[in-house]
């Protein structure tokens, strides 16, 4: 069952400040996450015939870097997660913070690869209602 994402409770409020400082951490965890990703659809085919053939002893030479890969995307989502940012789509590295403008919280929009946060949108908004930090935040 799908919760809107007005519902969720945000453990953590971002200050513009507090969220540019962890962008080198986040692009590291991000990165390390999308390079699993890659491992995964690369192996999967693999996987799927070993896990067909298991009962007959079939195996795998990909099975320990599938593992492997499988426990650094964790590793890295639950790491974002602990800093309380919120990743929107890990193949383009979207991610939000939650941050409180004019009473209410909104979220600081930012994406792999860019050098500092420059967009936010209001929560119902997604991506595509960013705005430019300058269009209402200081």
Known sequence: MAQHEESFSHDRLF????????????ATHLTKAKEGRTILL???DE???????????????EG???IQALE????????????????????TGLCDFPCLLEGRVVYLCWKLGEDTIGWWHEIEDGYNGRQALSNGMA
């Open 42 to 44: 690369r192996t999967r």
């Open 15 to 26: 200050s513009l400040a507090e969220a540019t400082a962890l962008i080198p951490r986040l």
């Open 72 to 91: 650094e995307i964790y590793e890295s989502l639950n790491g974002i997660h602990e800093m309380g940012v919120l990743v929107k789509d890990l193949e």
């Open 47 to 61: 996987i799927k015939k070993a896990s067909a053939n298991a009962p007959y002893n079939g195996g795998s030479s």
């Open 64 to 66: 320990p870097r599938y």
